[in-house]
Every structure is written in C-alpha cells, then in structure tokens.
C-alpha cells in the first residue's frame, strides 16, 4: 500500500484529511498564514505523520534554508524534503552537501530530491542521495523534462507519467534503485499513473506520494473517468489555499477513484 496524501484548502482540510493516510505541508504558506500553520500542528499533536515540503514546486525554486531549518524545528514533522534545485542535479547536491554540514539534530527525518537534465545525471544525483548523503527517503518528481525524451508523447501529461514508470524501471535495471529505503513521488500528472505500481511488487519500495491533483480537478467540476484523465489543469492548490469549498461530492469521487488506482 502506497500511503497517500492531498493538498486542499483550508475550508475541506480536516475533510480530506479523514480519507488520506498523512498529511503534506508547504512551508510557503507557514509565514503568511496562521491558520494554515495550526492545522499542522494540530495534525502533529495528534500524531499524523507529516511531510514538511520546501514549496519548490510553488515557488520554482527552494524555501531559504536555514528559514526551512527553522520550521522543521517548530513543526517536528515526521518528514522534512531538503531543499533542491529544479532539474539541477550539481545545485541540489551542493546543497544538501552544505544542509548536511549546517544542521545535523533537526527533528524528523530527512528527504533528498533527485534532480537532473538526462539520465545520467539523475542517476548521479541518485546515488549521492542514496550514499554519501544517506537521506532517509528519496523523492522522484512527476515532470523532469527528461521525461519527454526518454518517452515522446503528443501528450506531455503521458510523457510524464510513462516517463516516470520508465525511469524507475531504468534504475532498477541498473542496480541503482536502493529497495531498503523508501521512496516518495512528487506529484503528478495523470492520476491513473499509479495503477503502474499497484499490482507489481518490484515497486514496493514506493513508501508514499502527494498530490493535489483529485482536489484541484474537483473544485474545477472535473470528474475522474473510470480511466482516469488524459489532461491536467494547471491550477496549483496553494492558490487555492483560501477557496471556500460549498460541495465536496466530485472532489470526493476523485479521491476515491484515486485510492482505487494507486491500491485498489
């Protein structure tokens, strides 16, 4: 079972969060938004485990570090992802290099993203995560433009989630892929990408994923099809943070259908 977790407003949080298995927070909102902050505590205090996110989807590039830092000693979240650099995979090693020197007894346990441009250097940065980093978790984003060469696709959205099922096959071909350590997916692109890891056991080692992607399509009126979606709306949830959600019934068929896919 891949445990599951969405982003959604404020308004349907402790809806969302009775048919979730854990809780994803982004620290953005943390400074700017108290409300939002609380509702994580409170999932803390009551022993929810949380993923502390450094909001570089939101913000294109990462959360201040030792800002970051600073959160994660607040929160005491389960999990917290450091800090990375989109598709850089020098940066990103760079950084959790110097993360590693700077601060050693942060609560919670730690995540390395994999970034790169081609093959190559996502699988480098993947065994310095692995390694010499030795992260607890390793997280693998839905959207690295290597996707769209390793699988080319009118469709970007079925590039992405090929691409994704591809590039794991490809590291587990080559040794790479640790099976000990669990593993976290970064989003999505299309929601029936998981029905890849749902009935083959080679994937075991996928621990968790988030996604926002079944709350956005709801408060759009957009229902999840039994096949799932062939196209994705832009629309990115920390906007929505603040949406008042009157009618939670298709966001609710879309988690469900969502669950269905990635555990049956």
């Given at each position: 079972m891949i445990k599951i977790a969405h982003e959604s407003p404020k308004s349907i949080f402790t809806d969302v969060q009775k048919v979730t298995d854990y809780d994803y927070a982004l620290v953005?909102?943390?400074?700017?938004?108290?409300?939002?902050?609380?509702?994580f505590k409170e999932a803390v205090r009551k022993g929810r485990e949380v993923i502390l996110d450094n909001s570089i989807f939101e913000l294109e590039e990462a959360f201040d570090a030792e800002k970051f830092a600073g959160w994660v000693k607040e929160l005491k979240p389960t999990w917290y992802i450091v800090p990375d650099a989109l598709e850089?995979?020098?940066?990103t090693v760079a950084q959790m290099a110097e993360w590693n020197s700077k601060y050693k007894d942060l609560p919670g346990k730690k995540i390395g993203v994999v970034q790169g441009k081609s093959y190559e250097e996502i699988k480098a940065c993947y065994i310095y995560m692995n390694g010499i980093a030795?992260?607890?978790?390793?997280?693998?984003?839905?959207?690295?433009?290597?996707?769209?060469?390793?699988?080319?696709?009118?469709?970007?959205y079925v590039s992405w989630m090929l691409g994704r099922v591809k590039?794991?096959?490809?590291?587990?071909?080559?040794?790479?892929?640790n099976e000990n350590k669990p593993h976290h997916l970064l989003g999505c692109g299309l929601p029936q990408e998981f029905s890849f890891y749902r009935d083959d056991s080679t994937f075991n080692y996928v621990y968790s994923l988030d996604t926002s992607n079944p709350v956005?399509?709801?408060i759009k009126g957009i229902e999840y099809k039994s096949q799932g979606l062939w196209s994705k709306e832009s629309q990115?949830?920390?906007?929505?943070?603040?949406?008042?959600?009157?009618?939670?019934?298709?966001?609710?068929?879309?988690?469900?259908?969502f669950r269905n896919f990635t555990n049956g």
């Open positions: 953005h909102l943390f400074e700017e938004d108290e409300q939002y902050l609380n509702q850089d995979h020098k940066k030795n992260v607890d978790m390793i997280a693998i984003s839905f959207d690295y433009s290597y996707y769209s060469k390793s699988v080319p696709h009118p469709n970007k590039l794991l096959g490809d590291l587990m071909r080559d040794g790479v892929i956005v399509h709801g990115k949830l920390f906007e929505l943070i603040n949406f008042e959600v009157e009618d939670t019934s298709t966001i609710m068929n879309n988690i469900n259908k």
